[in-house]
């Protein structure tokens, strides 16, 4: 008896999981309709913006540009902008992304790191890693976007870091997401042939290139980080999606299981039952 009342406790306990899960995956699901939709229209934003970039550096003079060119004082320091998430429950996107910041950052003391969110606040917290900056408590995280953009300037414009990159998790589909890491500063401009543009149209730049591409520049870093940080949410809330939708997918596996095994406890219970009124019976007569 006491068996069965275990596994009938145990089928109410998968029941409520089942139940929880499913509630988390639809609000999963409807923060990442939005996240994509936002991500996917920010990236052909970024890809136009980078386009645009590519195309100024090659008709003005960038030697003189600090932005585009290696410290002279070379620090043997990478400042790191690390976007991982506050919360859990996403499947493996956070432990993926550790194992990839690990294995591009194999010496953690040549990189400083500047984190938006808990999870990897605290890995590289745990590593011995070192990190001047935190934005995990300001949500969203777009909102850190011009401070955030106004930090890495000053740090990479003193000479304290000889670049700056990004790593974070790139939305490939609902269910794929990939780690991946893309310096920003310096600049890499490429050359006309490596771009294969196309449009080989010229075309009238006002007032003139030089004076478009130094005001373009700022904006564009701010553009690169903020598709970072949209890409990442569009993976975050993937992620968590497909990790309930598994987990109350178990859970009423499970409640099957322990179904069935319930009918076979309590069916060994009436046979016992029925033997021992037979038992009885035969020993009256």
Known sequence: MANIRLIKGRIKSAKNIAQIT????????????????????????????YSMVQELASRVDI????LLQKPK????????????????????????????????????????????GKKGAGYVATLGGTIV??????LPFVQTVPALTERILEEFLQHRVDGIDLVYNEFISVVKQQPIRKTILPLSIQSREEREVEDTREFLIEPNPSQVFEALLPHYLENQIRDAILQSEASEHSSRMMAMRNATDNALSLMDELTLAYNKARQEKITYEISDMVTARLAVE
């Open 63 to 66: 030697t003189d540009n600090p």
């Open 22 to 49: 499913k509630a988390m995956e639809m609000v999963a699901a409807s923060k990442m309709k939005k996240a994509q939709a936002v991500a996917s229209a920010g990236k052909l934003y970024a890809n136009k913006i």
């Open 133 to 138: 900056a935190d934005f995990s408590q300001t």
């Open 73 to 116: 004082h070379v620090t043997g320091k990478t400042l790191v902008i690390y976007i991982t998430t506050n919360k859990g429950l996403c499947g493996g996107l956070n432990s993926t992304s550790f194992r990839f910041l690990l294995g591009q950052y194999n010496n953690f003391q040549h990189a400083q790191f500047v984190t938006l």
